[in-house]
């Protein structure tokens, strides 16, 4: 179950958060039925959980909140489906990256939101290698989702 909710005024589509979600989950080989929350808040929110959780100041793009600690599966062996966690997004933030990057608010929050489930999924990218394998699977997953609409 895909838990999708908007706390700000910037327009979010929804219904497109939680098929991305599903995409994802069913590329990364995760059993129908795991628990996600993606949330979307304002900067004094965002600020006061990246306060608060990553002792950093200000507020921040995505921040993932890992749950059972579920981890890809395989195409004949998927992860049983339990709770994997919550995933909180800015888009005010997301808005200011997008206009660097050259595209769209959507298309960064979209990023960000297969960027958290790849956290939660026990990806990271403090090494080097890491980044460089957590971002290919990022781009890989979105570039594909976004061709299959």
């Not at 997004?89 to 960000?112: D, F, I, N, Y």
């Amino acid at each position: 179950m895909i838990d999708v909710n908007n706390e700000t005024d910037a327009a979010i589509d929804e219904v497109e958060f939680a098929e991305l979600a599903q995409y994802v989950l069913r590329e990364m080989n995760i059993a129908d039925g795991a628990e996600l929350a993606i949330l979307f808040v304002d900067e004094p929110a965002m600020e006061q959980l990246h306060i608060q959780w990553m002792d950093e100041p200000g507020p921040t793009d995505v921040l993932s909140f890992p749950m059972d600690e579920l981890r890809p599966g395989t195409p004949g062996s998927p992860t049983p489906a339990g709770l994997l966690g919550d995933i909180v997004v800015c888009p005010s933030v997301a808005t200011r990256q997008a206009a660097t990057a050259g595209h769209s608010p959507e298309e960064e929050m979209l990023l960000l939101t297969t960027h958290g489930i790849l956290h939660l999924l026990g990806y990271d990218h403090a090494e080097p290698e890491e980044e460089k394998e957590m971002f290919a699977l990022q781009r890989r997953l979105l570039l594909t989702f976004l061709a299959n609409r």
